[in-house]
């Protein structure tokens, strides 16, 4: 398969932890990486590869993968996260990129 | 810093051909990235459109391979798309992109093509 699937919506408690999944074939082999993109905004990078946030995106931001799953972990999520989430990795010939349908997150 | 910018027409009749084209400053695209493009319909989600290195070797998302072209300047340090006939589907918010192995690292801050007649 050449697709990677989300939770259209999840919703978090101001200051709790809050898990955005991402599931694909290609993510056996290949880490996802996340954007976060606010109304009118471009994405932004928030996590990618095994272990790596970009500079100055917040720590509270993690990722991690479980045979074919990505997931974002926002531990204490703020105000400021509430946004709309995409996973993306490559297909299996590494060469297509792939996008997620993006998961709204709405902080309460 | 790396920086990006999308630049074209902002308004495209049916069936005409839509170009855009990628100025990147603050470095250059002959050193070791590919860079793409991808779009958004209005309230929808990401969709890659394809990438180039600055070689030339390009990969193009199947499903629009067939009215898609990305080519590259290196002299302008810049990268263009061409997308033929398009149809009120093709509406959507224009990025490029630069592409490492894993990821789209920076983009540009996207610009809005509608077609319409």
Same mark, same amino acid.
């Given at each position: 398969?050449?697709?990677? +699937?989300?939770?259209?919506?999840?919703?978090?408690?101001?200051?709790? =932890?809050?898990?955005? +999944?991402?599931?694909?074939?290609?993510?056996? =082999?290949? @880490?996802?990486?996340? @954007?976060?993109? !606010?109304?009118?905004?471009?994405?932004?990078?928030?996590? @990618?590869? !095994?272990?790596?946030?970009?500079?100055?995106?917040?720590?509270?931001?993690?990722?991690?993968?479980?045979?074919?799953?990505?997931?974002? +972990?926002?531990?204490?999520?703020?105000?400021?996260?509430?946004?709309?989430? @995409?996973?993306?990795?490559?297909?299996?010939?590494?060469?297509?990129?792939?996008?997620?349908?993006? +998961? !709204?997150? =709405?902080?309460? | 810093?790396?920086?990006? /910018?999308?630049?074209?027409?902002? &308004?495209?009749?049916?069936?005409?051909?839509?170009?855009? %084209?990628?100025?990147?400053?603050?470095?250059?695209?002959?050193?070791?990235?590919?860079?793409?493009?991808?779009?958004?319909?209005?309230?929808?989600? &990401?969709?890659?459109?394809?990438?180039?290195?600055?070689?030339?070797?390009?990969?193009?998302?199947?499903? &629009?391979?067939?009215?898609?072209?990305?080519?590259? *300047?290196?002299?302008?340090? /810049?990268?263009?798309?061409?997308?033929?006939?398009?149809?009120?589907? *093709? %509406?959507?918010?224009?990025?490029?992109?630069?592409?490492?192995? *894993?990821?789209? *690292?920076?983009?540009? /801050?996207?610009? &809005?093509?509608?077609?319409?007649?």
């Amino acid at each position: 398969s050449s697709e990677l +699937t989300q939770d259209p919506a999840v919703s978090v408690a101001l200051g709790q =932890t809050v898990r955005i +999944t991402c599931q694909g074939d290609s993510l056996r =082999t290949f @880490y996802a990486c996340w @954007y976060q993109q !606010k109304p009118g905004q471009a994405p932004v990078l928030v996590f @990618y590869g !095994k272990n790596n946030r970009p500079s100055g995106i917040p720590d509270r931001f993690s990722g991690s993968r479980s045979g074919n799953t990505a997931s974002l +972990t926002i531990t204490g999520a703020q105000a400021e996260d509430e946004a709309d989430y @995409y996973c993306n990795s490559r297909d299996i010939s590494g060469n297509h990129v792939l996008f997620g349908g993006g +998961t !709204k997150l =709405t902080v309460l | 810093q790396v920086e990006l /910018q999308e630049s074209g027409p902002r &308004l495209v009749k049916p069936s005409e051909t839509l170009s855009l %084209t990628c100025e990147v400053s603050g470095f250059s695209i002959t050193t070791g990235y590919y860079w793409g493009w991808i779009r958004q319909p209005p309230g929808k989600g &990401l969709e890659w459109i394809g990438n180039i290195f600055h070689s030339g070797t390009t990969y193009y998302n199947p499903s &629009l391979r067939s009215r898609v072209t990305i080519f590259v *300047d290196t002299s302008n340090n /810049q990268f263009s798309l061409k997308m033929s006939s398009v149809t009120a589907a *093709d %509406t959507a918010i224009y990025y490029c992109a630069r592409s490492a192995y *894993d990821r789209e *690292d920076y983009w540009g /801050q996207g610009i &809005l093509v509608t077609v319409s007649a």
